[in-house]
Each structure stands twice: as C-alpha cells, then as structure tokens.
C-alpha cells in the first residue's frame, strides 16, 4: 500500500530521476572491480572511458600515471593493459597458459566469427593453428622453396622500381603487391602482376580497413555494437571492406575445388582440402569451407601488412639516414658485390645489414598494441588480480621503446643490435611479432621477406628523398603503425 501511494504520487521528472538512478545501479553492479583489480583514471557511468585514446602513445602516459599493469572501462567491460618488458614477458611468456585465449572483438567477429586461426579458441584454434604452422613453414620443399618465391618477387619489384627510371614515385602498393605476392603464391599457388585490377582492389580495401580500424569511432563501435551496428560510422566500411574480399577470397576457392586433385597438392588450399576429407568425423576441428575462408583471410592479412609496412619504414629511413643507407650498402657490395643476389646463407655474414633490419622493426613499431588476449583462468600479475575472461591488451611499442632495455630508445641506432665487435646481438626486449602461443604464425616468413626484400632493393638502388618532400616519420596509426604515403627516387646504382 505504500509503495502503491508513492508510486499514484509519482511525476514524469520524478520517473525519469527513479530511472536514471536504478541504470546507474545497475551499472556500478555490472562494472564492480574485484578486490586487487588493476588501477585505472576514473571512467562516465555507463561509457567508462571511451573518451580515452587506445593508442600507444595515450596507453604509455597511462602507464606513468598507474604503473605496469592498469585498466581501463570500454561500456561495461573492463580491460587491462600491460607495459614494459618486464612484465610483458611475464604475461606472454612466464605465464602463457593464462593469456591464451581471444576475447570477442565486435568488429572483426561480424567477419571472423571466431574461426581460423587468428581470432579462434580451444581446440579449433588448436588444429587450424599446427596445421597452417606445418604447411606454410615447409610447404613443397620447405625453407628453399619459400626463398625462391622471394628472390624471383625481389626481381619482379626490382623490374618495377627500374620502369620509374628516377622518376619521383610512391612505392606503397608496389612494396605491397610484391609482399602479398608470396603468401599468395604458398595459399593460390601463384602470384598476381603488380597490374592486376582485382588484387589491387584487395590491397587498397585491406589498407583501409586497417588504417579505419584504429580510429576512435570504429573503437566506440566495440564498446557498443548493438547500438552502433546499423548507424553510419568507419565501422560500416570496415565491414564492407571485409566483405569484398571475403567475395575474392571464395572465388578462389571455387577455382580450387574445380580444379583440386588429391594426389598432386599445389598450394595451401589444395591441402586445406583434402584435410576436409580426412577431417569428417571430427567437425570440432573446424575443418570446412567457412573456416578455410576465414584462415586464408588470415594469412593473406597476416603475411601482407605488417612486412609490407616495415619495408616501407626501412625504405623511410633510409632517406632520412643516408649515411646508414651507405653503410649497408658497402656491406653488401663486399660480401656479395653485385654479380648474384642475396641469399639466406649470406646473412650471419652481413650482421650491420641484419642490425639495420632489426632497428627498423623497432623503431616502425608496426604494431604497438599486440592484438586483444584474454586470461584463461583467474591470475595473479604484478600484484593485480585479473579473473578469468578479463580482456588484456600488451602494449608492444613499450618493449621496444623501454628505456631499461635500450640505450637510444628514441634514435634509430643499428649498434643495438650489434656487439662491441661489430658482430650481431639478438635481445630478449626484441618482440615485434610479440611471444608465447599466441606470437605470429608468420614470423619466419616475414624474417626471410625482410631480409631478402631489403638487401636486394639495397644491393640494386639508391634510394633518396624528391627534392623538397622529406616525408614525415610521425606514422599514421590504425591497426598497424605504418608510414604516411611517401614519394622518393629510386636510383639504380
């Protein structure tokens, strides 16, 4: 009877105020920290802290303020982050059965749905991820096969580069082309021209869909999907993007399941295939048609941006260190000259060449946030209690720039990785593929592009900046970190 004489007494303002107060309730119920939960700035009531760039350079101020191991509210969910070497290999590496685990990503789930190997879990990601692992690294006749696809691309861009004839040019999608080229050549079993309309198609809508995938706007759809899902905003374009190549990526497909011939595998696909065949009684392994197109689209993506963009940092560099630029190539002139290619044998032999490589992976900071992990299972870190489900997020650019760990953090310096005797030095705080299970499938292929890539381009040009254009080394940051579009001069040496 009470409650019923409250309630008849009740105004609209009065409604509206009841209400507001029982969300925000309900909120705080939803968003309560954990004893021992990671320290975080405070956050709105329902948006927490979506105001808050999640960019390498807001995330290591935040560091400053709240230490190695912080949080942050994206609505409801609460996030954490862990910067710095230290603690970094304590998560990915000390204690890598606890990070293992990919939490949903709204804006790469409406495309990936949790198959393939990137964004899946559990036994599915388990299969699909020994199984890339076996037929990429040794597909064919192994390591010799993956150099030659190189070493022939390496001519190929070369070729390119010599039809500019020292014309001012930008080099971005023809560094791209060639880099997609090889896994393309390993997952199609062939590698497209540099004037091919579709694979340029393909390349132009991945590049934007990485650089809109780091914006603010497309962050605030992952916060709220539901809500965001059929308004305009890059979160559209990211989709439709997908979608297109997704439409590619089938058409491929279809040619191979014409074409397919147990008996004679000619690339990734085919054995993908007759994997599918030998996998029939086991559909937990996710071995089908959804999830091969989700894997290629994968290792399309995973083996084309990043070594892509780095090459492109490397050539940056150079024009900003020509002295650098010489060095290499005096190196590669005594050791090779000029009479045959660079080869994977000749590498412990030029260790400035192989610094210089290292430093700009370093220094590019491709990707300065390692994508989303989530604890496995309750854990302790850094004195912090995490629960199970917690997304957390390694702040990758922390690492290579921990003041701890490298005497120039700040300057692009080759004698990081080089000994007092010129020789070269691996360090431990050198993470650019980041570490533990989850650490990019890619790895060796991307070492073997670079180093190749490179010393070729190196051994046949010269590269220095047009006159009055010394591009920016400030970066465009999306999903990736990658060099604003730059022209230079390539000439021949």
């Known amino acids: 009877m009470i409650f019923q004489a409250l309630f008849d007494r009740m105004d609209f303002n009065s409604w509206l105020v009841f209400g507001f107060v029982l969300l925000l309730l309900i909120d705080i119920v939803k968003t309560w920290k954990p004893p021992k939960f990671p320290p975080g700035p405070l956050s709105v009531p329902f948006l927490g802290n979506v105001f808050t760039g999640v960019d390498f350079k807001t995330?290591?101020?935040?560091?400053?303020?709240?230490?190695?191991?912080?949080?942050?509210?994206?609505?409801?969910?609460?996030?954490?982050?862990?910067?710095?070497?230290?603690?970094?290999?304590?998560?990915?590496?000390?204690?890598?059965?606890?990070?293992?685990?990919?939490?949903?990503?709204?804006?790469?789930?409406?495309?990936?749905?949790?198959?393939?190997?990137?964004?899946?879990?559990?036994?599915?990601?388990?299969?699909?991820?020994?199984?890339?692992?076996?037929?990429?690294?040794?597909?064919?006749?192994?390591?010799?096969?993956?150099?030659?696809?190189?070493?022939?691309?390496?001519?190929?861009?070369?070729?390119?580069?010599?039809?500019?004839?020292?014309?001012?040019?930008?080099?971005?999608?023809?560094?791209?082309?060639?880099?997609?080229?090889?896994?393309?050549?390993?997952?199609?079993?062939?590698?497209?021209?540099?004037?091919?309309?579709?694979?340029?198609?393909?390349?132009?809508?991945?590049?934007?869909?990485?650089?809109?995938?780091?914006?603010?706007?497309?962050?605030?759809?992952?916060?709220?999907?539901?809500?965001?899902?059929?308004?305009?905003?890059?979160?559209?374009?990211?989709?439709?993007?997908?979608?297109?190549?997704?439409?590619?990526?089938?058409?491929?497909?279809?040619?191979?399941?014409?074409?397919?011939?147990?008996?004679?595998?000619?690339?990734?696909?085919?054995?993908?295939?007759?994997?599918?065949?030998?996998?029939?009684?086991d559909p937990q392994a996710g071995f089908n048609i959804e999830t091969l197109v989700v894997s290629t689209l994968d290792l399309i993506e995973a083996g084309t941006e990043t070594t892509a963009t780095t090459l492109r940092w490397g050539l940056m560099f150079m024009l900003h260190h020509p002295e650098i630029q010489e060095k290499v190539q005096e190196e590669i002139d005594r050791v090779i000259g000029q009479s045959r290619q660079p080869a994977m044998s000749d590498r412990p032999n030029l260790p400035y060449t192989d610094a210089v490589i290292h430093e700009i992976q370093r220094m590019g900071n491709i990707v300065p946030l390692g994508f989303p992990k989530m604890a496995s299972k309750d854990t302790t870190l850094g004195g912090y209690f995490i629960p199970k489900g917690t997304p957390i997020t390694t702040i990758l650019s922390s690492v290579l720039f921990d003041k701890n760990e490298w005497e120039t953090p700040h300057v692009f310096n080759p004698g990081h990785f080089l000994d007092s005797e010129g020789r070269f030095l691996k360090k431990e705080a050198f993470l650019p593929f980041s570490a533990g299970k989850r650490m990019c499938l890619g790895e060796h292929l991307a070492k073997m592009e670079l180093f190749l890539f490179f010393s070729t381009l190196l051994q046949r040009f010269t590269f220095k900046p047009v006159p009055g254009e010394m591009p920016s080394l400030e970066g465009v940051l999306g999903f990736t970190h990658s060099p604003e579009e730059f022209r230079f001069l390539a000439l021949p040496r």
């Not at 230290?86 to 990070?99: G, P």
């Not at 580069?161 to 791209?176: A, D, M, S, V, W």
């Not at 439409?247 to 011939?261: P, S, T, V, Y």
């Open 59 to 281: 995330m290591e101020k935040l560091s400053q303020d709240f230490g190695p191991v912080f949080s942050l509210r994206r609505g409801s969910e609460r996030m954490v982050f862990i910067s710095g070497y230290k603690m970094v290999k304590e998560a990915l590496v000390t204690q890598l059965d606890s990070f293992v685990d990919r939490p949903i990503v709204p804006l790469f789930h409406v495309v990936f749905k949790g198959l393939g190997i990137a964004l899946s879990n559990g036994y599915l990601w388990k299969k699909q991820r020994k199984f890339a692992n076996a037929h990429l690294r040794y597909f064919g006749e192994g390591q010799k096969s993956l150099e030659r696809y190189i070493e022939i691309e390496s001519n190929f861009l070369c070729d390119a580069f010599k039809e500019e004839q020292g014309r001012p040019f930008n080099p971005h999608y023809l560094i791209t082309n060639a880099v997609g080229n090889i896994i393309s050549s390993v997952v199609f079993g062939h590698r497209f021209e540099y004037s091919d309309p579709s694979f340029r198609k393909v390349l132009e809508l991945d590049n934007e869909a990485v650089v809109l995938s780091g914006s603010a706007r497309t962050q605030l759809y992952d916060a709220f999907p539901s809500l965001l899902n059929y308004l305009p905003g890059p979160h559209q374009t990211v989709h439709a993007n997908y979608r297109e190549i997704v439409c590619f990526l089938r058409k491929e497909i279809e040619k191979h399941q014409e074409e397919w011939n147990p008996e004679d595998p000619r690339d990734y696909i085919d054995v993908y295939l007759s994997e599918m065949e030998k996998t029939k009684q």
